[in-house]
């Protein structure tokens, strides 16, 4: 069992889903009759996350009614479960930064996007020392950006386009301590455009 909770960012728009799923967050969106964010759920549970934070915002509403149902008799039974709303949009980073005040978060923690499947890593990433970061092998790195390392420390985040052919990617999954929002006095702001280039810079 993991001791450290998961916060899932499952606040935004989902805007290049919309067309297509309008009437529901991104993270709901129905896969084989289940909302998305069910087999996320379930797989973080076999593999050790049994405390679960949602960060939410859009259609926070239908988030809510989902995660009551399941914390009632569903996939997150006998899990322990918290919600923040986010009043206005605050970006990935601000909406974390904003969960560690609400909730008094004082140890490291694992944090996910809600809409990305996270088939394994989870152990392995929260047996880093935080912060880290899980990145993954594919073949074209152009239409997600790149992470450059050296000696398993990051070097510099490649922005999407800016770089081709093979190469590590961020997989949407990181171990992370309160202490690095302490310089960050912003409230509103991206974690992959403010918080890490951040990191790699001071450390």
Do not use: W
């Amino acid at each position: 069992m993991i001791e450290s909770p998961l916060l899932l960012l499952a606040g935004g728009f989902g805007t290049r889903l919309a067309s297509v799923v309008a009437d529901v967050p991104k993270p709901l969106a129905p896969v084989n009759g289940r909302p998305f964010l069910y087999y996320q759920i379930e797989s973080c549970r076999g593999q050790g996350i049994n405390h679960f934070i949602f960060l939410i915002h859009h259609l926070a509403g239908k988030m809510r009614n989902f995660i009551a149902v399941e914390h009632e008799s569903g996939i997150l039974k006998d899990c322990r479960v918290d919600i923040v709303e986010e009043l206005v949009p605050l970006g990935t980073g601000g909406s974390i930064k904003n969960a560690v005040k609400q909730l008094g978060l004082k140890g490291s923690f694992l944090v996910s996007n809600a809409d990305t499947y996270l088939s394994g890593g989870v152990k392995e990433v929260h047996s880093t020392t935080a912060p880290a970061i899980a990145t993954l092998m594919v073949d074209d790195v152009t239409r997600y950006g790149k992470v450059e390392l050296q000696a398993d420390l990051v070097q510099s985040f490649v922005e999407k386009g800016n770089s081709t052919g093979s190469g590590l990617i961020n997989s949407g999954l990181y171990h992370l301590h309160p202490s690095v929002f302490e310089n960050i006095h912003e409230d509103a702001f991206s974690i992959e455009q403010t918080l890490f280039p951040f990191l790699v810079q001071s450390k």
